[in-house]
């Protein structure tokens, strides 16, 4: 389906009550809303990659991160906020490195991601992401992992003895080895373009088991409005590529965009949601097109590529006609920045949802 520069084909938006802002979002909705990434910092290179590379890269595609010691506050309780990141968020990523298993917390991280916590109870598993940083058959060496713990586990203290099984903590390793979303990457570590490539896999698998969650009590009075969009938009309907909500600030739009996508998404094979700054105009474009190609899954471009050839490999990306495309692009301030991250041509099935004042 074609669109025109600068304009889109749009049904109404409905009338939204105002709703009062939220300031603040239960704990275990942040948690089931985020990404933990675990790692050592013993291992100098995985730590770089894990902070300057990784972070960033989630972060960039708008996924929230949390990562240990970095996002722990003065007068935290730690050691319980590990614990609940670890065995609760929707995705861990895991950056095993030589010094990963020798470690307790990572290794009590990991055994949390894929077992839970004994007393407290979850809905799903988190999706869990390996990046071997160093060699794989370095990394999972079982019988070396099960004599550390066995050896170590005198000398720890009383409280974390009870949290060390050395033979179910090897056989987590190992199972890592096993994941299909593995990222290896160890074969080319010390290339800035290969851990970015990296960080770009881990991305693409993890941004679409991270729902957008809507403040609680934002989301109540939409049910209907809700219902009724999504009514409309599972219809087939060659003439319409682009729902538009415009209206003053403050009426809820943003929420009922996440709202939307989450209800649709699993509908799309694949998905991006990107959010624009008031007064940024087109200035961030690059920015913004990296993330929408990276959560859509697509190769071949580069973080510092300028905005018309990461354009074109976009809309070489969404114009195949095996690739149902549902883009999200919130906040949009001036006609310029549609014409800046929005292709000429999508397959057909392809959903765009734009908000605007």
Known sequence: MNMSPGCCCCCPCPFFPCRPSATSMPIMMQLTSQVFVSHTGQDEGAKHFAASVLKPALEMAGLPVFM???????????PAKLMDAAAHSA???????????QRYW??????????GHPDRSRDTAPLIIPVFYDNTEVVVQQQDIQQHWAAQLSDLPQDRQVWVAADRWSANVAQMKEQLQAVRLYSATSQKDS???????????AVHAVPMHAAIDAVMGFEQ????????LTVPDPQRLALWLHGLGGLGKTTMAKLL????????????????????????????LVSILGQLGASGFGEHQPPAILLNILSDFVARQDRKVLLVIDNVWEAGQLDALLPMQFANGSQIIMTSR
């Not at 995705?91 to 490195?97: A, D, F, I």
């Not at 290794?107 to 894929?114: G, N, S």
């Not at 990296?198 to 698998?205: D, G, I, K, M, Y």
């Open 261 to 288: 996508y989450n209800r649709l998404q699993h509908q799309f094979s694949h998905r991006a949601f990107v959010e624009l700054q008031p007064d940024e105009g087109c200035s961030r474009a690059d920015k913004h």
């Open 68 to 78: 240990d010691f970095q996002d722990l506050k003065p007068g935290d309780p730690w």
């Open 195 to 205: 851990q970015w490539q990296a960080a770009r896999s881990v991305v693409a698998a």
């Open 91 to 101: 995705v861990v990523v895991v950056v095993l490195s030589k010094s990963y298993t």
């Open 106 to 115: 990572c290794m009590l991280e990991l055994d949390l991601a894929l077992h």
């Open 225 to 232: 409005q809700e219902a009724q969009l999504v009514a409309e």
